[in-house]
């Protein structure tokens, strides 16, 4: 059967599936910061439970600047208390969990990863399902390393053409927000494709996928490609068993004959210099507007069968530990 890009990753990391209710979504790379991870930490200490996979949770350290700049009290307090969480839980002995992201590629093609703040969204130009999460479901990551959640509807943005000179990725970005407005992609998550947006570098991919949630998506993403493994390769990215890795990557692709719930093509002829007027869109009134408003939402609490999150997914950690073990795919844990 033909699949999106989305679905092929989506339905290889569903642990399990129940009609009406959210899928259960195992997680390869959990990053986490000391803004959301206390109410975490603290909820993990109330129910007197360790961390599920505490190698696959990475720690993001505070941007370089705080060690040189003066620092808040209430960040200072932030701080300590996120350094202690992290010694009491004891993700401190995995030292190479502490990552810059600025330096590191925390994940990898076909992999999921949540994060509790929108810096993650660059990720998408390596093929990588990444997803905000907040505070709640960051306590649930920790305690099952799977999330709970809706499976978002599926896009497609594609973009073919030559760009006028001197513009770039900039320039795409704005067409796009003017296009498409900061609501018809709610409830989505996008694919990026088309000739246009293929020849740019690997930083304007991150650029294009960093502009993802403006437009009111869950994330967004580009198949990996040539480009992107000579990428890992160049910046001593690649994985140690290059060969059978790459064969996995090279399949990360949307069928030919697969459907998407929604497909938006531009020509890159109509994109011009300089900013455009934000929601000013041809495409979102094509839709009722009782449609447009019945998008599906990913980021409430689902309250399962008496259950709250946390608790239906710790009945159930023998279900992911037996999902774990069948894993063939392993690039990280």
Request: with cysteine.
């Amino acid at each position: 059967m033909a699949e999106t890009l989305f679905d092929k990753i989506w339905n290889k990391h569903v642990i399990s599936r129940n009609a009406g209710f959210p899928d259960t979504l195992y997680i390869d790379v959990h990053l986490i910061n000391k803004i959301t991870s206390a109410q975490a930490f603290e909820g993990l200490r109330k129910r007197n439970i360790s961390i599920f996979r505490p190698a696959q949770t990475l720690l993001l350290k505070d941007p370089a600047y705080s060690q040189y700049l003066p620092i808040s009290d209430l960040s200072q307090f932030q701080l300590d208390l996120y350094n202690r969480n992290c010694s009491d839980f004891g993700l401190e002995k995995f030292s190479q969990n502490f990552v810059d992201q600025s330096e590191t590629l925390i994940a990898y093609p076909g992999q999921t990863l949540v994060f509790d703040a929108n810096h993650t969204d660059d990720l998408g130009a390596f093929g990588v399902l990444s997803i905000n999460i907040n505070a709640l479901q960051v306590e649930q990551v920790l305690a099952t390393q799977c999330l709970l959640m809706l499976k978002p509807k599926r896009m497609k943005v594609e973009v073919n053409g030559k760009l006028g000179k001197g513009l770039g990725v900039k320039d795409i970005n704005h067409f796009l927000l003017s296009e498409i407005s900061a609501e018809e992609a709610k409830g989505h998550f996008i694919e990026y494709s088309g000739d246009t947006i293929l020849n740019l570098d690997m930083d304007g991919r991150m650029a294009i996928c960093n502009m993802s949630r403006e437009i009111g998506a869950i994330g967004g993403f580009i198949a990996p490609d040539d480009k992107t493994f000579e990428f890992l390769r160049k910046n001593g990215m690649m994985v140690e068993n290059e060969e059978e890795t790459l064969s996995f990557w090279r399949n990360l692709y949307s069928d030919e004959a697969c459907v998407f719930d929604e497909v938006l093509e531009f020509d890159a002829e109509d994109i011009g210099p300089g900013n455009y007027e934000i929601g000013l869109s041809r495409i979102i009134h094509s839709k009722p507007l009782n449609e447009r408003s019945e998008m599906i939402s990913h980021d409430g609490a689902a309250i399962i069968s008496g259950y709250n999150d946390t608790d239906y997914l710790l009945s159930h950690t023998q279900g992911i530990k037996e999902y774990e073990s069948s894993k063939i795919y392993k690039l990280f844990d």
